[in-house]
């Protein structure tokens, strides 16, 4: 069974975020595990953690995404801001084993100063939380949008790091399509989804790829700026997100949606094109 889900909520109690994933008719999700824009964690209820695997049984949602929080930079030359992203990072893979989750997702950063410097210190950043101990949880890298700095946008750059760091803590990972779109990647034409794809068999593998944040992009190919659209509104549009999802090569790697949401009818209406596309309509 395909796996198509969406970036729900956790207001009101984590458990609740599949609650919402269920409604959607969602079999698998991603969420945060706490307020991505604060370093500060709070602990979770254990309540809340038995009901959240009460859900994800009862309601068959598998796999479980967890999203690491925006402030962490584990490419940053700022001494502070490292070494409080390594600790969040701990503390995010900590919350995934309590959860059950399957998959901890991360953008590894950016060096705005020295691209070369700041792939150097990921490594050892990574480095040093794979040491902390084991998780049954995984890592996936996510490939970023080419902006200034960023240290993960591009196939060799992931490969490079995940060869240096290894598979214990790493599982894999997740590409972002209006990421690789905004990176370089022409995924809106057959010859760039061709190429994204040879990129990925010779540097990270295939099997390798744990996920799919399916995605428009508003902006255009190789602007290097991150900005989300709705299926099919965007400069990817409908007919290159199809193809895209329909490949024999990608077709059974789980989606997530992680469009703009302006109303409960967003998700929804972007589920909907996403579950037509997949028909071939």
């Known amino acids: 069974m395909k796996r198509l889900g969406v970036h729900t909520s956790i207001l009101g109690g984590i458990h609740l975020s599949l609650e919402r994933a269920r409604k959607l008719g969602c079999n698998t999700v991603q969420i945060f595990s706490h307020n991505p824009r604060q370093w500060k964690v709070r602990r979770i209820p254990e309540k809340d953690v038995i009901e959240f695997n009460i859900n994800r049984k009862n309601y068959d949602i598998n796999p ?123 995924i809106d034409v057959e010859k760039g989804l061709t190429r994204l794809i040879e990129e990925i068999r010779l540097y990270i593998g295939l099997e390798n790829v744990r996920l799919i944040h399916l995605n428009d992009s508003k902006k255009g190919h190789s602007s290097f700026i991150d900005r989300h659209e709705h299926i099919g509104m965007g400069k990817i549009g409908r007919e290159g997100l199809k193809r895209f999802i329909n490949n024999p090569l990608l077709r059974d790697i789980p989606l997530i949606l992680e469009t703009p949401k302006k109303s409960e009818d967003d998700d929804k209406r972007n589920l909907k094109i996403v579950r037509d596309l997949m028909k071939g309509d």
Do not use: P
């Open 64 to 186: 479980i995404y967890i999203h690491t929080s925006y402030l962490i930079n584990l490419a940053s030359l700022d001494n502070y801001v490292l070494k409080k992203s390594i600790d969040l990072l701990i503390k995010e893979m900590d919350l995934a084993d309590l959860l059950g989750a399957d998959y901890v997702i991360l953008h590894t950063g950016r060096a705005s100063d020295n691209k070369v410097i700041g792939c150097k210190v990921a490594i050892e950043s990574l480095k040093t939380v794979s040491k902390k101990r084991r998780w049954n949880a995984k890592l996936l890298l996510e490939n970023t949008a080419g902006q200034r700095g960023d240290i993960s946008s591009y196939m060799n750059e992931i490969a490079d790091l995940i060869n240096e760091v290894g598979y214990s803590l790493i599982g894999g990972v997740c590409i972002d399509t209006c990421h690789a779109f905004a990176a370089g990647y022409q």
